[in-house]
């Protein structure tokens, strides 16, 4: 029987090379906005910064009253402590182009944005001279003509309105920037980062803010989030972002004039977080047990957004008695808004069947 030829024997394994990490690939490099410098106001635009901020603040305490008298029925989420926010940003924006859209806390937003306080109070108490006919209350507030677009309770829903806002100013190309308004809890929701991508994708006019008062509904921040600078949170759809001190209301215009400039630029989308801190509890039915009365008294003494400009007036001139005299005036604002309601009848059965559908049929 033939031999099989005998094989070669086998050559030794090559030594492996030590595994060497590679670098990530380089990302094309990324225009930044500037870091904001605070808004330089005039006196006359302090005191109206004042005034705006403390229509808001008188407005939600009547609110707050008119709630235990059970004037205001369901859910009431009052905005005290974070007026330099709306006030600070939408004295920023155009009016006649400009639309927001915000969560269920948006009686501020509305106030901001120079709608009547006797038609918002109307629809808190579900009155027909209601700027929604007493249908929308504390939570659903909106309108068209204002291009306000809630108030809305589905927390974090109102981003992806917001970015349908967006693309419709940019389809109908009228030059309209939306300001979309959530919270540090809604930060964590999944349709939140769909609306990042398109928002992205598409470079939307849209400014993303997060207006961080710590606590969502009732857990804090640091509890909450794995990332809690959450002015970081677009980084990964290459939204820039800024935070922003949310008390001062002249660091928050001097943010809403940079990303005003970026976005108007054609750009794309900007994320603004706004660090504030609501007074109240989540809303009204929250006993708020989860932080201690001294926190709030000690953010109240060092931060408070309208004693913060109350100060600044001072040094500009401005005496005691003519502020006195403005809260007087404000606070009768709020009188009256408050005895409209009251004395505004309540809509007919029938009104339930209108507003079902834009058009008719």
């Given at each position: 029987?033939a031999?099989?030829?005998?094989?070669?024997?086998?050559k030794?394994?090559?030594a492996?090379k030590a595994?060497?990490?590679?670098?990530p690939?380089?990302?094309?490099?990324?225009?930044?906005?500037?870091q904001p410098?605070?808004?330089d106001?005039s006196?006359?635009?302090?005191l109206q910064?004042?005034?705006?901020?403390?229509?808001?603040r008188?407005?939600?305490?009547?609110?707050?009253?008119?709630?235990?008298l059970?004037?205001?029925?369901?859910f009431?989420?009052l905005y005290?402590g974070?007026?330099?926010v709306a006030?600070g940003l939408?004295?920023?924006?155009d009016?006649?182009k400009?639309?927001?859209?915000?969560g269920y806390?948006?009686?501020?937003?509305?106030?901001?944005y120079?709608i009547?306080?006797?038609?918002?109070?109307?629809?808190?108490?579900?009155?027909?001279?209601?700027i929604?006919?007493g249908?929308?209350?504390s939570?659903?507030m909106?309108?068209?003509?204002?291009k306000?677009?809630g108030?809305?309770?589905i927390?974090g829903?109102?981003?992806?309105?917001?970015?349908?806002l967006g693309?419709a100013?940019?389809?109908?190309k009228?030059?309209?920037?939306?300001?979309?308004y959530f919270?540090?809890?809604a930060?964590n929701?999944?349709?939140?980062?769909?609306?990042?991508?398109?928002?992205e994708?598409?470079?939307?006019?849209?400014?993303?803010?997060i207006e961080?008062?710590?606590?969502?509904?009732?857990?804090?921040?640091?509890?909450?989030?794995?990332e809690?600078?959450?002015y970081?949170?677009?980084?990964?759809?290459?939204?820039?972002?800024?935070q922003?001190?949310?008390?001062?209301?002249?660091?928050v215009r001097?943010?809403?004039?940079?990303?005003l400039?970026?976005?108007?630029?054609?750009k794309?989308?900007?994320?603004?977080e706004l660090k504030?801190?609501?007074?109240?509890?989540?809303?009204?039915?929250d006993?708020?047990?989860?932080?201690?009365r001294?926190?709030?008294?000690?953010?109240?003494?060092?931060?408070?957004?309208?004693e913060?400009?109350k100060?600044?007036l001072?040094?500009?001139?401005v005496?005691?008695?003519?502020?006195?005299?403005i809260?007087?005036?404000?606070?009768?604002?709020?009188s009256?808004a408050?005895?409209?309601?009251?004395?505004?009848?309540?809509p007919?059965?029938?009104?339930?069947y209108?507003d079902?559908?834009?058009?008719?049929?």
């Amino acid at each position: 029987m033939a031999k099989s030829p005998s094989r070669p024997a086998a050559k030794p394994a090559p030594a492996k090379k030590a595994a060497t990490k590679s670098a990530p690939p380089a990302l094309p490099n990324r225009e930044r906005p500037d870091q904001p410098e605070p808004f330089d106001a005039s006196k006359d635009e302090l005191l109206q910064f004042y005034r705006d901020m403390l229509l808001i603040r008188r407005f939600e305490e009547k609110a707050g009253q008119l709630y235990g008298l059970g004037l205001i029925g369901g859910f009431c989420h009052l905005y005290i402590g974070q007026e330099a926010v709306a006030i600070g940003l939408q004295s920023a924006l155009d009016g006649d182009k400009d639309s927001v859209i915000t969560g269920y806390r948006d009686h501020g937003h509305m106030l901001a944005y120079g709608i009547d306080p006797k038609l918002i109070m109307a629809e808190l108490t579900g009155r027909q001279a209601g700027i929604s006919k007493g249908k929308g209350g504390s939570m659903h507030m909106f309108s068209v003509e204002h291009k306000f677009y809630g108030g809305h309770g589905i927390v974090g829903a109102q981003v992806s309105l917001g970015t349908g806002l967006g693309f419709a100013h940019k389809y109908r190309k009228d030059g309209g920037v939306c300001m979309a308004y959530f919270g540090d809890g809604a930060a964590n929701q999944g349709q939140v980062y769909e609306s990042f991508n398109m928002a992205e994708l598409w470079k939307l006019p849209i400014i993303f803010v997060i207006e961080n008062n710590q606590y969502a509904m009732g857990t804090s921040v640091n509890r909450s989030s794995a990332e809690d600078q959450l002015y970081r949170r677009g980084e990964s759809f290459r939204i820039p972002g800024l935070q922003v001190d949310g008390m001062d209301v002249l660091a928050v215009r001097g943010a809403a004039e940079e990303a005003l400039k970026w976005v108007r630029a054609g750009k794309g989308p900007i994320l603004l977080e706004l660090k504030t801190y609501r007074y109240r509890g989540h809303s009204m039915s929250d006993p708020a047990k989860y932080r201690s009365r001294d926190e709030v008294q000690a953010v109240r003494d060092k931060s408070d957004p309208i004693e913060h400009v109350k100060k600044l007036l001072e040094k500009q001139g401005v005496k005691e008695e003519a502020m006195k005299d403005i809260d007087k005036e404000i606070r009768k604002i709020v009188s009256d808004a408050a005895d409209f309601a009251e004395n505004s009848p309540e809509p007919e059965a029938a009104e339930l069947y209108t507003d079902v559908l834009v058009e008719t049929y």
